[in-house]
């Protein structure tokens, strides 16, 4: 699966390309974007996460992709720091109960 791709999550279908949708990123950003995404997805799911349980996976999703965005925006370039820096941010910015 791909960040383009829904995914069934259990409660709903999260597509993640249609958050950057309104914005133009060029097709190398874009997959940036992606990757960084699905690093950070996997590395949840490869260490059993409580986050990836369906009641909190699509909104943990959806924080991971807007702080991915909004740093390749801000011109973070790197996608091993784009996805290190989105799971800061969702360590510090846990989804809501």
Sequence with gaps: MTVGDAADLGDGV???VPLFAKDAFD???TRL??????GAWGL?????SELVIPAKATAVREI????????AQ???????ELR?????????????R
């Design 33 to 38: 974007i992606c990757d960084a995404f699905d």
């Design 84 to 96: 290190d820096d989105a799971l800061r941010h969702l360590r510090d910015h846990p989804p809501a």
């Design 64 to 71: 991971l992709a807007k702080r991915i965005i909004d740093m």
């Design 44 to 48: 949840l799911q490869g260490v059993d």
């Design 14 to 16: 999260m597509p993640i």
């Design 27 to 29: 097709s190398a950003k």
């Design 74 to 80: 801000r011109g973070m370039v790197d996608m091993i």
